[in-house]
């Protein structure tokens, strides 16, 4: 079992923006990131390997790098998939796109996570570890405001006891994706 650490805001709580798209779309969509994963040598589709066909109704994309026009084109200047791109990109995350059983309809909306994919996912014992090294309940489920994640993360005792347990490197993680947190007083850190 594993602990996923990653930013939240308030826009999170809210329903975001969503698209219907078709599975002409889908696949030129795909055909898409994977042209310009290979001109800008970055992975922009995750998962896309062969054994992960079957996930082809099931994935992530970075979009963030990518032209907001060129998107656009691929699903014929749709209005929900602009909203929902421009709303990524906005944000610095990824699109999720995945099959609605219940529609039968291919969806998209902006994903949890980040475009840079620096969530945090640790084994169930490490997460703890990290959470009580930063002073934390080491619950399987939680939040706290991003300040309060930065004064933890300056305390020299809490790099201390890092370094002796042995997980400074998921501290220095932690702090990569701290840095991602926006400025405004709803970013916190959540960890499921």
């Not at 004064?151 to 006891?161: F, G, I, Q, T």
Request: net charge negative; proline share 5%; with cysteine.
């Amino acid at each position: 079992m594993s602990i996923t650490f990653r930013i939240a805001t308030a826009a999170d709580d809210q329903p975001g923006p969503r698209a219907t798209i078709n599975a002409r779309q889908l696949a030129a969509f795909r055909t898409f990131l994977r042209e310009e994963s290979a001109r800008c040598r970055a992975v922009l589709l995750d998962p896309d390997a062969p054994e992960d066909e079957y996930l082809s109704y099931h994935f992530e994309a970075r979009v963030c790098p990518l032209a907001l026009a060129a998107i656009a084109r691929i699903f014929d200047f749709d209005a929900n998939v602009i909203s929902v791109v421009e709303e990524a990109q906005f944000r610095c995350r990824r699109v999720s796109v995945w099959r609605d059983e219940g529609a039968a309809t291919i969806a998209m909306r902006v994903a949890l996570t980040s475009d840079r994919g620096l969530e945090l996912d640790l084994a169930s014992g490490n997460a703890a570890v990290l959470l009580e090294s930063l002073g934390l309940a080491p619950d399987s489920i939680g939040e706290i405001p991003i300040d309060a994640v930065r004064v933890r993360l300056a305390n020299p005792a809490v790099r201390r006891r890092a370094e002796e347990e042995g997980i400074t490197p998921y501290l220095d993680r932690l702090d990569q994706l701290i840095g991602l947190a926006d400025a405004d007083d709803t970013s916190r850190l959540e960890w499921a």
